[in-house]
């Protein structure tokens, strides 16, 4: 079968692989049909990921990929995860890409007149609908170019397998925690491409940097709770509750954990500061360094929200609820304090800098939850060097650096179980994307410039000699 009848092999009957751009390369047209076939599938967390999946298994059984390499399940029917294999020659330990297929909710309220969430509609230059930024555009060009790849009888050096995964959104059924519990063995790999973080940033119109997510914060919150003896208010004692407590707050408020860093957060101050000047830049030259300028850093992180966050672990108070009655003492309160800890802190580490900042042995400190620390991913050369490569012939000009996120998502999984793992999304988007809410929307050319990023980072990275011969 020859390159075109195998790329049409992915079409389904009826389509006539122009995916509404008459002329386009047929690869480009796949990739926009598989999209078009993947926003019109609900895949909101009543509904599931398993008929997108099994939507997806069928193109590439239809281009030529055996059964045995087009494997589904997950922890309930409609909860199916797709991981699909090019073979390799078995030079080495595979590629594994991953993305999800669930979607947040989408409330048709504040979609503009004529777009349907549900519905892949082409206006302006911009494709609207529930999931083309997140993350459903990067699910469509992992199997667009998968089936290229074949059609061209392209034989890596190792295997790609890709994993199409359920509940990232939400969580009860996590693919990839179910993959790693489950069917560990099918996503074994030398390292992790997670199309769901990092990604080009657009800036005044034009691209202005292009982010390799290598490491994420964990999100651990905490209950800090003060008790008083309660009574009726017209006789008030020195220990009221909601007084000791919001005295250990205003004594939080004022203090700041310790200055973290890591190659991941060095080698991006470094790079940005090449954009910036003066003193900006000076400091981020200087907090780039080893060891690094300290006044620099507080600098800095005054600076900006952003750069305190990549700075240290944060913790902020978010929620506070006292007394039962206007007038009656409150027998307790309590406050959430929300901690986003910068890896290689620990939980134990964070909760004594909160006792000893609350100051108040009173005050008990209880973790709501059990979060798992993530360590940071090393910048494999042989990652980090075939993405700017390609990125500078797309994108002549565009930086490419490292960031370390303050949110976590399934690339903190990956990296806990072992794999180093990349945000590798080569989709730039400016700040008016829409993602979980309304008019969510992704430009053209941006798809489909990410599609060829896919393609060109996907062959590189499987072929890489360097790894191969590990």
């Known amino acids: 079968m020859g390159v075109l009848s195998l790329l049409a092999a992915g079409f389904p009957a009826g389509m006539n692989g122009q995916g509404g751009a008459p002329g386009a390369p047929p690869e480009r047209a796949l990739a926009r049909d598989l999209l078009r076939e ?15 999946a099994e939507a997806l298994a069928a193109r590439l059984r239809s281009a030529g990929f055996p059964e045995t390499d087009v494997l589904m399940a997950g922890p309930r029917p409609e909860k199916q995860n797709l991981v699909a294999r090019l073979r390799g020659r078995g030079q080495g330990k595979p590629v594994l890409w991953i993305a999800h297929l669930d979607v947040v ?7 503009l007149p004529g777009l349907d969430p549900f519905r892949l509609t082409e206006r302006d230059g911009f ?21 290229r790849l074949r059609a061209e009888g392209f034989v890596p050096s190792r295997d790609v397998i890709v994993a199409l995964t359920a509940d990232e959104e939400t969580g009860g059924s996590n693919g990839v ?10 996503i074994d790999s030398a390292f992790c491409l997670n199309l769901d973080a990092g990604g080009g940033q657009i800036e005044n119109g034009k691209r ?38 919001s005295a250990g707050l205003a004594r939080l408020a004022e203090h700041d954990p310790p200055f973290r860093f890591n190659e991941s957060t060095r080698a991006y101050f470094e790079r940005v500061a090449e ?38 672990t944060t913790c902020v108070a978010t929620r506070l609820e006292a007394g039962t009655a206007d007038n009656a ?22 909760r004594g800098w909160l006792a000893q900042t609350l100051a108040d042995p009173e005050i008990v400190l209880t973790p709501m939850g059990g979060s ?14 075939p993405i700017a490569r390609i990125a500078g012939e797309l994108w002549p000009g565009v930086p490419v650096l490292p960031v370390m996120d303050p949110w976590a998502g399934d690339s903190a999984q990956m990296r806990r179980a072992g794999f180093p793992t990349f945000g590798a999304s080569g989709v730039f988007s400016d700040d008016n994307g829409g993602e979980h809410g309304a008019n969510e929307r992704i430009s053209v050319a941006a798809f489909d410039e990410s599609v060829e990023y896919i393609y060109r980072l996907m062959k590189t990275l499987a072929t890489d000699a360097a790894a191969a011969n590990r």
């Open 372 to 385: 798992v620390p993530s360590p940071a991913s090393p910048l494999l050369p042989e990652v980090m060097d």
């Open 127 to 147: 494709f609207y609908g529930r999931g083309v930024l997140d993350v459903k555009d990067a699910a469509a060009g992992l199997v667009a170019n998968l089936i």
């Open 275 to 312: 954009s910036e000047s003066g003193q900006i830049a000076s400091d981020m030259k200087a907090v780039a360094k080893d060891p690094p300028d300290l006044e620099a850093a507080r600098r800095l992180a005054a600076a900006t929200p952003y750069y305190n966050s990549i700075l240290r």
């Open 329 to 350: 003492l409150p027998p307790s309160a309590r406050a959430v304090i929300n901690c986003r800890i910068f890896p290689g802190d620990s939980l134990e580490f964070v």
């Open 105 to 111: 909710d989408a409330p048709r309220e504040g979609w």
């Open 177 to 186: 925690s179910w993959l790693l519990a489950n069917r560990r063995d099918w």
């Open 38 to 52: 993947l926003i019109e599938i609900n895949t909101a967390p009543a509904n599931g990921c398993t008929k997108a």
């Open 208 to 245: 202005a940097r292009l982010t390799v997510q290598t490491s994420q914060k964990t999100n651990q919150s905490f209950r800090a709770e003060a008790k008083g003896p309660g009574g009726h208010s017209s006789q008030p004692v020195g220990n009221n509750a909601i007084y000791r407590l």
